[in-house]
């Protein structure tokens, strides 16, 4: 590195400078110096260089300093790449963040506007995430010091939580983590409390510790009661840094839309088309129809028609709804609340299908045969109006003979047609032979203050498959579509199950008997006949549960590789516009490549299909652990009050320490460790997917019913432990050429407390 011009040589006579004399020779330099340059400032040599590292080692971690011991940047001047995180939204709903290490005594921090940038657009970043970001000045005169472009998106620090504060005497107190793999207690000291009230949620940070030192908590901010109704999702909200508040000017753009009128659309409105969603649906974004096909040549045959509320002609590309979109990537569905991807002006108003309103739509018409296999298919955009707007449970008791005065009218001439269309849509997927792997769903019911009041597992019902299928067929239809005018598009994807997965089913399947094709060959219908054989058996739960956790996780991607677990060589997301971004892409792909509209898909976003497809990926699974998260949360409030009560429930997970229990009666997960079953040590078998006790050979295995009594019950965290009541059982013994569960070629081996044969004997020391 060139020396440093501008900067006096200085001569300190055999001592280190201080502190504040290194920031006074950076502040005065023309160029970035580093550790060399300073050594040649102040004349130091020798053994003294290694003090001098110590001491910008020390400066660098306090912030004081930044950058390598060959680049260190002045003070108060941020480095070009460096570590940010991201704080909060300004007026325009665009992110802004603060660096990660910065000196108070200069001043308060800069405010840092993010930009998107286009060639490296990574994970998308929330409210509390830190980044890795370039950084560009912006002059006196700007609105900001800096912008900032995203590298990537770094780990959420550990110093960034969420947790319930508890005030001590003396102004000071302790926070206690909601997240559960941080169950431990943060100190707060005095001064640091940020003026939160004793048992409010607060966001906090881990203050930087001496070297022996106990590390302590700062309040950043305080978000109220965490027992206040809807303050459960909230802590998702928080923890996850989903936006669920949208910036005015989308407000504005939301407010200002206008209803389009019959213009190049196709008028619908004579067609009785009916929405059919669950009793509590928020928003109706699709209709259906369907007739016996009068085309002769087609005897025994369906026209149907899948209807969509047409987002795409109100939330434009480029617009600020549309970037709001993008950043929010879906819907979030809490028991108690909806974090829209829009407005409720166009997810609840202009956009939804609701009964007797002109609504715009992009819709396909479908013809079938008998045997439901499609004959042709064309999208077009039109205007409709919904005849009517069933529930699941509405439609399904009209069809079994129990009409109501609304679906009375509507049985012969909109309902029996729909279910014709169904009967021959079923005999097309059985021949098509998907994975069948029907998981109960669990609902959350919650009273008038936002309490659980109950869990229940709805049925599944024929009317629930009529959607589906009519849904799977207009998602087939737009991918086919958009192929054949060679669109880009993002697909829905689901990869075959990996090598890795395949050959661990294998081993597992061969412990009882059954014998898994090799994977060159393997189908959904392979999984189908494995599950239809052991239906009856008591290893049927077991099954299930080891091949559901086999399969990979559905994404969004511009390349096609197929839909696994739908067996469908191509599919998009076309379906459900006003909740996913990626239905939205697909919508405006159509609409360009079939000239429906000057609103299409754009040259900018085709280029960005790859970043846009990663992006909505991440936050569909941010959704997914948010909603997860908030399910635990509120069933473990419910059974706070019911500590030391049993429960029936089955093996649902094995780890190295123990095995998780979900609760038959409300569907509620929580963790037994291995350390308080038994007075043996217990071997975890990866194979048979079991703990097993080393000396009595008794086990619990994934999918084992059992009886579990609940220790503790911690709401904020969603964490429930429980202590084992049934005993293991034998499972026989190991397969011949199974390999040994190992660690590293070592077994996994816990001890605890004896409910098997050998009751009172002492334990055996710990190997």
């Keep these: 590195m060139a020396k440093a011009k501008g900067a006096p040589r200085r001569k300190t006579a055999g001592k280190l400078p201080s502190k504040q004399e290194i920031l006074d020779f950076l502040a005065t330099a023309s160029s970035e110096a580093g550790k060399r340059e300073i050594s040649r400032a102040f004349g130091v040599k020798g053994g003294d260089r290694i003090a001098l590292k110590e001491l910008l080692r020390e400066m660098t971690e306090a912030g004081l300093i930044a950058g390598s011991r060959r680049k260190l940047s002045r003070p108060g001047v941020l480095p070009p790449v460096t570590v940010l995180e991201i704080t909060g939204r300004d007026a325009d709903g665009e992110f802004i963040a603060e660096p990660g290490v910065w000196d108070e005594e200069h001043g308060p921090p800069p405010r840092i506007l993010m930009v998107e940038s286009r060639r490296e657009a990574g994970p998308v970043a929330g409210i509390g995430d830190r980044v890795l970001a370039r950084i560009t000045p912006l002059g006196a005169d700007a609105d900001y010091p800096y912008q900032a472009r995203t590298i990537k998106r770094l780990a959420r620090a550990r110093g ?9 005497p003396g102004g000071t107190g302790v926070i206690d983590p909601v997240d559960r793999k941080q169950l431990k207690e943060w100190p707060v000291a005095r001064g640091a409390t940020g003026d939160a009230e004793n048992g409010e949620l607060v966001r906090f940070e ?9 590390p302590t908590a700062r309040i950043v901010a305080r978000f109220g009661n965490p027992q206040a109704q809807q303050m459960t999702s909230l802590i998702a909200v928080h923890a996850h840094g989903i936006p669920d508040a949208f910036p005015q000017a989308a407000l504005d753009e939301a407010e200002a839309a206008k209803e389009p009128d019959l213009q190049r659309r196709e008028d619908l409105r004579h067609l009785p088309l009916v929405t059919i969603d669950p009793s509590d649906a928020r928003d109706h974004d699709d209709a259906v129809w369907a007739e016996a096909d009068p085309n002769p040549a087609n005897r025994g045959g369906w026209v149907a028609i899948v209807a969509i509320a047409d987002v795409a002609a109100y939330v434009r590309p480029g617009s600020t709804l549309d970037k709001e979109a993008r950043k929010r990537g879906n819907s ?4 108690d609340r909806v974090v829209p991807m829009l407005p409720e002006r166009i997810s609840n108003e202009l956009c939804s299908l609701t009964e007797g309103d002109a609504r715009a739509c992009l819709a396909v018409r479908m013809v079938f045969d008998k045997d439901g296999r499609k ?5 077009f955009r039109a205007l409709m109006r919904s005849a009517a707007s069933l529930t699941y449970e509405q439609a399904q008791a009209a ?5 109501d005065e609304v679906t009375g009218p509507l049985l012969e001439p909109v309902l029996r047609p729909l279910w014709g269309a169904y009967a021959s849509l079923v005999l097309a997927r059985t021949e098509r032979g998907p994975l069948d792997l029907d998981l109960p769903e669990r609902k959350i019911l919650l009273d008038d203050q936002g309490r659980v009041r109950g869990v229940a597992s709805p049925p599944r019902l024929a009317a629930h498959r009529l959607i589906e299928e009519f849904m799977i067929s207009a998602n087939v239809a737009a991918a086919e579509t958009l192929e054949a005018k060679r669109s880009p598009l993002i697909y829905r994807v689901h990869d075959n199950p990996s090598k890795e997965k395949l050959a661990a089913l294998g081993e597992f399947l061969s412990t009882i008997g059954i014998k898994l094709p090799k994977s060159g060959t393997l189908k959904p219908a392979q999984f189908n006949r494995i599950l239809a054989e052991t239906r009856a058996t008591p290893t049927a739960e077991l099954v299930g549960e080891v091949i559901l956790r086999s399969q990979a996780q559905a994404e969004y991607a511009p390349d096609n590789f197929g839909h696994f677990g739908l067996n469908l060589r191509r599919y998009a997301h076309f379906t459900s516009p006003i909740r996913r971004y990626a239905d939205l892409i697909v919508h405006r792909a159509l609409v360009r490549a079939l000239g429906l509209g000057n609103d299409g898909l754009t040259d900018a976003e085709i280029e960005e299909l790859d970043q846009i497809a990663q992006a909505i990926s991440d936050t569909e699974r941010r959704a997914m652990a948010a909603e997860r998260e908030t399910a635990d949360r509120l069933i473990a409030a419910f059974l706070a009050d019911r500590i030391g009560a049993k429960f029936q429930a089955r ?4 780890v190295r320490t123990g095995l998780f229990v979900r609760l038959i009666e409300t569907g509620a997960d929580g963790f037994v460790p291995a350390s308080s079953i038994g007075h043996e040590f217990f071997i975890h078998d990866e194979v048979r997917q079991a703990l097993v006790g080393e000396d009595s050979g008794l086990a619990y295995r994934l999918g084992d019913p059992v009886e579990v009594r609940l220790v503790e019950a911690i709401p904020t965290a969603g964490a429930l432990r429980f202590e084992m009541l049934s005993e293991g059982r034998s499972i026989g013994a190991r397969p011949k050429g199974a390999r040994r569960p190992s660690d590293k070629g070592k077994p996994q081996r816990y001890k605890g407390k004896s409910r098997g044969p050998k009751r009172g004997r002492t334990p055996r020391k710990r190997r």
Excluded at 206 to 211: N, Y
Excluded at 332 to 335: D, G, N
Aim: glycine share 12%; aromatic share 12%.
């Design 160 to 168: 960034s939580l969420l947790g319930i504060f508890r005030a001590l």
């Design 206 to 214: 881990i203050a930087r510790a001496a070297r022996m030192g106990v």
């Design 332 to 335: 979030v569905y809490f028991p």
């Design 375 to 379: 004959q042709s298919h064309r999208y």
């Design 399 to 403: 069809i079994d003979g129990r009409p």
């Design 651 to 654: 093996v649902s997970g094995l």
